[in-house]
């Protein structure tokens, strides 16, 4: 009678542990997906659509309906840039739902996806995520939505798509052998590295080097440098740049010279660069890693971390933009090492005076990048896109709109909330603008003719467009006047006229009648639909 009571107990203990296991990733389940449905709803309903990405994915709708990149349209970021919103475009025609709402699902359905699947691969080879299940939502947290502003961008989508990658490569370091993985996560790291380089290529190329020649060189062996993975993210680039070069040939012969005379040279001083907030907090998050290993290394999968958002800076350097969402990869990975670092601390008081140190500067460092961005994000003000929105709507039913503003601003967002189509070949008329800054700031006299005769050309090529297309909606800048794409110094900005100033401009305008104005945006109506309503 025994037998049967002790073999009934031992199922009901092996059924009890595998609840209880079960039951340790109900909260971080239920965590993920609050935060990711937060995640969505902020983003499509609560904030401005972020102008580069409202930009692809109109450019996105105007490719699907037989335009030519580089011809009808032009875009200063190559092609692979327009491709990667192309789903969330055949989405909208196919549901009727907005392109921002599959932008906002799909974004966070991939941050999902991509933290699980890389801590499935890194929990086999250390224990420390077993241990600490709070490092799934606050990852999920950290790639999804820390940069609310730029939701949605192609840095964002870069660092998610890349986590398999580092997580396998993390792994594969633990080993002897430099072995680690299925197949199947092998592709999948593979075609993250692919997607990673191509959205920004050749800048992002270092990230992935860095850590596999540190390793390579450290085993001395080529291994790190030809896994299954990297084979992979090398042919899809390979074969991308191919096609590139041979279906894109617009894009090199008139897109990349007005890169090189106007988009490349408007950057600021290097030093200038190195102090900026976005590298400084970098550095804060890096000197507090390292501090909470010492006196030994940093944990593995931290320092890859670290790794490769280090070899990402000179990127950021280089654009000279100063702009945040081109700093999105190197911070996200800052953050991610350090939350990986602090799951190796042990209690608190028994902790070494430097590890201490740098667990509060990490602390304090996440904490202040998270409260200043959300803040950012949620006390921006959005009135005068709404009310030209409302003024849009109002007086026309799906316009045709170009932009004359000195920056992308809010053309995009504010063609799509409208319910109109951008038919402007350019995004807007940022290359004459940059040009007069660059003009005032060129010592070289012949560099100068070039760009004022660059000037004079561009300003003619979009006076033509507004007189052949007649877009029933014209966008300008608003009462604040033209600035600067970039941070530069004040005693270097020249006093840069306004397009609509220009004589070609002025004339096109005098058939538009002022519909809308205010301190960010200025909406112009043609006047014949004026007076008809």
Known sequence: MDAPFVASDQQVGLQSVGVTTASRFVWPACATLLIAAWAVFASFVLLPGNVDVSWLLTIGERVLDGERLSVDIIEVNPAFSIWLYLPFVLLERLTGLPAE??????????????????????????????????MLPAAVFFVLFLFPIDFGQREQIAVIVLLPWLALFSARARSV????????????????????????????????????LVVALQRRSPRPLLTTENVIGAVLTLAYLVALAILMRPFFTDVMPLLRQVYLPMRMPVVDVLMLWQVTMFVAMAVATLAMAYPGRPARDAGTMLLAGTAYVPAFVIMGKGWTYQAVPFLTFGVLALMLQYGRLKPFRGLPLPVKAGAVLGFFSIMLLTVLQQGLAYTQSRRDLDAATAAIVRAVDHPTMISIASQLQFSNPLTRMAGGRFVGRQQSGWMINDAAILVANEPDPGVRQNLAELRQQYTASIAGELQAKRPDIIIDDG???PRPPVLLKP????????????????????NYRLLYQGASVTVFIRGDIAAHG
């Open 479 to 481: 009462t604040a006047g």
């Open 177 to 212: 052998d430099f072995s680690a993985g299925s197949l199947a996560e092998r592709i999948v790291a593979g075609v993250g590295a692919g997607i990673f380089v191509m959205i920004k290529p050749p800048y992002s190329v270092l990230a992935l080097a860095v850590p596999a």
């Open 101 to 134: 709402f599959w932008v906002s699902a799909g974004v966070a359905a991939l941050a999902i996806a991509s933290v699980w699947f890389s801590a499935r691969i890194a929990a086999r080879t250390d224990g420390t995520l077993r241990r600490h299940l709070w």
């Open 491 to 510: 005693e270097n900005l020249p006093a840069v006229p306004s397009l609509h100033d220009a004589p070609a401009i002025a004339q096109a305008l005098r």
